[in-house]
């Protein structure tokens, strides 16, 4: 069992940044390979990035390539998604998710068995 807690969200004007955590409990985080996910209104949760068990790696959705960076600290148990260079587009709420790690990196909400509740990023123009 993985219980997972975001945070870090906020509002944040255009061009800004912000870094989303997510601190997850459990002795085998370790074990688990960690993805974000953002749902804005009326729309699907859609895959924004994702990371292997050991950090070496990482996967990004096209549109947040160069501006998003996953990373992991296995000794804090946290995994973290720095975003720079926000648009307004990027508002939703962000969630963290998990699932142990198989060798690839799933880009599927359906293939992550833990979530965190989400935390709310909004970008204003």
């Known amino acids: 069992q993985v219980q997972l807690v975001e945070s870090g969200g906020g509002l944040v004007q255009a061009g800004g940044s912000l870094r989303l955590s997510c601190a997850a409990s459990?002795?085998?985080?370790?074990?688990?390979?960690m993805g974000w996910f953002r749902q804005a209104p009326g729309k699907e949760r859609e895959f924004v990035a994702a990371?292997?068990?050991?950090?070496?790696?990482?996967d990004y959705a096209d549109f947040v390539k160069g501006r998003f960076t996953i990373s992991r600290d296995n000794a804090k148990n946290t995994v973290y998604l720095q975003m720079n260079s926000l648009k307004p587009e990027d508002t939703a709420v962000y969630y963290c998710a998990a699932r142990y790690d198989l060798g690839y990196l799933p880009n599927s909400p359906y293939e992550y068995r833990y979530w965190g509740q989400g935390t709310q990023v909004t970008v204003s123009s």
């Open positions: 459990g002795r085998t985080f370790s074990s688990y390979g």
């Open positions: 990371i292997s068990w050991s950090g070496g790696n990482t």
